[in-house]
């Protein structure tokens, strides 16, 4: 499976974006997927996963109320909605796909296949 994130861009402080990312090969739908973040000097972190099927998400607590993470099999394509973006949510965003996860998963180790990162800047 190959990932390609994109969507990033510079944004003022309680803008949108809407982060994509298109994976190729057929199996795409059996993947639970996941999106992370690494800011500089810090460690990647997670911010949102979605099953195999879209019916389970889980959030990072900073993401809650904000990002939704949706995908759509026929596309290929799992996304992330942000709204209300504050500086802190500056980073490289991350699209990854899990082989061996059940469900969704908020660990990056539990992730095989990682996308290139967009970058998401935020100005106050």
């Known amino acids: 499976v190959q990932l390609q994130a994109y969507g990033g861009g510079l944004v003022q402080a309680g803008g949108s974006l809407r982060l994509s990312c298109a994976a190729s090969?057929?199996?795409?739908?059996?993947?639970?997927m996941g999106w992370f973040r690494q800011a500089p000097g810090k460690e990647r972190e997670f911010v949102a996963a979605?099953?195999?099927?879209?019916?389970?998400?889980a959030y990072a607590d900073s993401g809650k109320g904000r990002f939704t993470i949706s995908r759509d099999n026929a596309k290929n394509t799992v996304y992330l909605q942000m709204n209300n973006l504050n500086p802190e949510d500056t980073a490289v965003y991350y699209c990854?796909?899990?082989?061996?996860?059940?469900?969704?998963?908020?660990?990056?180790?539990?992730?095989?296949?990682w996308g290139q990162g967009t970058q998401v800047t935020v100005s106050s």
């Open positions: 990854a796909a899990s082989q061996t996860t059940g469900w969704t998963s908020r660990y990056r180790y539990d992730y095989d296949y």
């Open positions: 090969g057929r199996t795409f739908s059996r993947y639970p």
């Open positions: 979605i099953s195999w099927n879209g019916g389970v998400t």
